[in-house]
């Protein structure tokens, strides 16, 4: 199954669509509770990234995992770099359930790269111009306020009961999101909710019956230059 951000409603995999391209795609949940632990995002794992996606258009087997094989939720984010202009989204899919990461950073490295139904698979044509993005998600705190959190510093995710249908709804923004779009606290929440597939107006009362979790993340990037020189260098 996977989970669509915007809504609780679970769909057989692949089906659905997210709501926005700030807003990536997730697979699962996390169980409630504070998680602590912290977790390092490295070339090593942004590089594995570039080496399944080209082992995957050579039809080869992906490479084996140079880095330790850690539990934790991740996001693998694949942009495409425009000159002159903002470098465009291409892949945003990840999950907020804890995974083994030898196994897990290959799938979602395929898995963001081709089957984001929100745009067509990257082909192998658009490698000179990827740039790839891994971020280990750690340290989920649940049960807080809308607004105890800070900007920059950590990732959000929303649960509620629509007050008109009456549906469950949930959504996430990873920590970058409200800090690259200017947003206040406020905003970034307003437009969560929205994202979640609510269409009303977002009223004080329904952001105290928001429930918020929020984490934080370790991220790496590199383009496809960066990926060309460590290949000759090693």
């Known amino acids: 199954h996977t989970y669509i951000s ?8 692949g089906v659905g669509r997210a709501s926005s391209a700030m807003a990536p795609v997730v697979e699962e949940r996390r169980a409630e509770g504070k998680d602590t632990t912290k ?7 942004v590089i594995h990234c570039f080496e399944t996606l080209f082992s995957h258009y050579g039809n080869q087997n992906p490479p084996q995992p140079t880095f330790e094989d850690v539990y934790c939720a991740l996001f693998v984010t694949w942009k495409k770099i425009v000159a002159g202009g903002e470098n465009r ?13 030898h196994r ?7 898995i963001s790269a ?8 990257i082909e192998k044509k658009e490698a000179p111009h990827l740039e790839c993005t891994v971020s280990l998600l750690t340290a989920f705190e649940s049960g807080l306020g809308w ?3 800070d900007i920059g510093t950590h990732g959000l995710i929303i649960d509620f009961d629509d007050p008109v249908s009456g549906h ?17 606290k406020q905003e970034c929440v307003d437009s969560l909710v ?6 009303g107006r977002v009223t004080a009362e329904l952001r105290e019956a928001l429930k918020l979790t929020r984490y934080q993340s370790s991220k790496h990037s590199m383009t496809h230059e960066d990926y060309v020189a460590w290949k000759s260098s090693n």
Do not use: M
């Open 6 to 13: 915007g809504t609780r409603r679970r769909c057989p995999a």
């Open 39 to 45: 977790h390092q995002a490295g070339p090593e794992h």
């Open 89 to 101: 989204l291409r892949g945003c899919i990840g999950t907020l359930e804890p995974r083994h990461l």
């Open 104 to 110: 897990s950073l290959g799938e979602y490295t395929l």
């Open 114 to 121: 081709l089957r984001d139904r929100r745009f067509q698979p």
């Open 147 to 149: 607004d105890a959190w």
């Open 168 to 184: 469950g709804r949930s959504a996430t923004y990873l920590p970058e999101v409200a800090k690259e779009q200017g947003w206040t």
């Open 194 to 199: 929205q994202k979640a597939g609510y269409n």
